[in-house]
């Protein structure tokens, strides 16, 4: 009997407690604590799956050998995972959901994993719009090279490649400066600067070439010409040059030279594109014309001598002063040179009327000899006995005779007086020829002042 209860209740105890009645003693297994799971609400998935196809199509797009029809599939794939995601009402799990955001830690970079995502997604729709070789401005602030004016071309390869100048964008197309699409240029690669179209270059060349034959057939040798604006050779609109008998051009570097060749090169002149033209020398005087200026210009110089008369007051005409100072006043040689008077105190010892009375002369070409010196002759002292005042300039203890001290001090612009004493020699120059009031006559000096 105690046998069958012992199987009775093995029988009937629990399936999950294994029950010994062995030496009176009871044992059960351990429990093993279990990790709980987080299953993925409906929303959650539906969201991941869109997220996932909308990357997937990115990375389609950013293929450069993709075909329309994979593009195709691929946003359609992502745009049915999006509606499936939409439909999903977040309301069935939201308890669920509220039990995992207390569990679950924010990731820092979220947002800017999504910015990240968003602009590759925006450059990529935007190459499936572009069209190869296409004319590009960017939009204000996206230019690469910070310049809104610039213009581009979309290569094959979407990368944006600069038109540096107008003649190589016109190489390329024709219609660029009016014909393009503004992007947002913002992470787009830039590749090398275009260069000129060679075909169009080499059309260019042989263009300019026909321009240039066309020009030499039309023109006359040695006719007079003006370059048209931004084409002549040195820069300067205002030049006039020969066009030479060797299809080449020649300055005229002054009005002397032009009028040597012809007479009327400043009204009578053609205008040209001198882009191109070849430059000789620049002309030189006309032999022929330098001769006769050269006669004409002796003749003047004779004339002029035959009117003048020796020792007249000259002054020169402006522009023809040997000194280059119009003010000055010279002399009329007998030899027809020029002698300067260098300073009023020389030309009044020769002449009184010299600032008034002057014939006004071209000076070009006359002789010139030197400068006049003191008319010691002519040059008159008022002697008396007051005693000069002043600093004294020289002092001659003795050796000098009244001439000498005379001279010594008619020259010396300085010097306006002298005191002498004849029974030695003395001989005193003074810069002063004010009266001092004391009489040294009675001493055996003389007083002259200028």
């Known amino acids: 009997m105690l046998a069958g209860v012992g199987l009775l209740v093995v029988c009937c105890s629990s399936s999950s407690v294994a029950a010994m009645m062995m030496g009176g003693e009871e044992k059960e297994d351990p429990v093993v604590p279990k990790t709980p799971v987080k299953t993925p609400t409906a929303a959650e ?30 946003q359609l794939v992502a745009d049915n995972a999006q509606a499936a995601a939409d439909t999903v009402s977040p309301d069935a799990d939201a308890d669920a959901d509220a039990d995992a955001d207390a569990d ?10 999504a910015a990240a995502d968003a602009e590759q997604t925006r450059i990529a729709s ?13 939009e204000s602030g996206t230019d690469p090279k910070g310049d809104p004016g610039n213009k581009w071309e979309w290569g094959n390869d979407d990368k944006l490649r600069l038109y540096p ?34 075909e169009a270059a080499a059309n260019a060349a042989r263009a300019e070439e026909t321009r240039i034959a066309s020009l030499k057939v039309g023109m006359v040798d040695f006719e007079t010409v003006a370059c048209e604006s931004g084409t002549d050779p040195k820069g300067d609109p205002g030049n006039k040059w020969e066009w030479g008998n060797d299809d080449k051009l020649r300055l005229y570097p002054n009005p002397q030279i032009a009028d040597s060749w012809v007479s009327d090169w400043r009204t009578n002149y ?79 010892s020769w002449v009184s009327d010299w600032r008034t009375n002057y014939k006004t002369i071209n000076c070009t070409g006359i002789g010139v000899a030197g400068d006049n010196g003191m008319n010691l002759n002519n ?16 002092r001659h203890e003795s050796g000098k005779d009244l001439g ?33 009031g004391v009489d040294i006559c009675g001493q055996g000096y003389t007083v002259h002042r200028k």
């Open 104 to 113: 679950t830690v924010p990731d820092p970079n979220a947002a800017a994993n």
């Open 379 to 394: 040059y008159q002292y008022k002697e008396s006995c007051d005693d000069l005042g002043g600093g004294v300039i020289v």
């Open 270 to 348: 053609k205008t040209i594109n001198c882009t191109g033209i070849g430059v000789a020398g620049d002309n030189v005087m006309n032999p022929e014309a330098a001769a006769n200026a050269a006669r004409a210009e002796e003749t003047r110089i004779a004339l002029q001598r035959s009117g003048m008369v020796d020792y007249e007051t000259v002054a020169c005409e402006a522009g023809t002063d040997p000194r280059n100072d119009t003010g000055n006043k010279w002399e009329w040689g007998n030899d027809d040179k020029l002698r300067l008077y260098p300073n009023p105190q020389i030309a009044d």
């Open 45 to 74: 998935k539906a969201k991941t799956d869109a997220a996932a196809a909308k990357a997937a199509l990115a990375l389609v797009k950013a293929d450069p050998n993709v075909t329309a029809e994979e593009v195709a599939a691929a």
């Open 404 to 436: 000498d001290c005379r001279n010594e001090c008619a020259p010396n612009g300085n010097c306006l007086g002298f005191i002498h004493k004849a029974d030695v020699g003395f001989c005193q120059l003074h810069d002063n020829n004010d009266p001092y």
């Open 126 to 138: 935007l190459k499936v719009g572009m069209v190869d070789y296409e004319t590009v401005a960017c």
């Open 165 to 198: 100048n107008p003649q190589i964008a016109s190489s390329w197309k024709s219609d660029w400066s009016t014909n393009y699409k503004t992007i947002n240029c913002t992470g787009i690669v830039v590749g090398p600067n275009n260069v000129m179209n060679p």
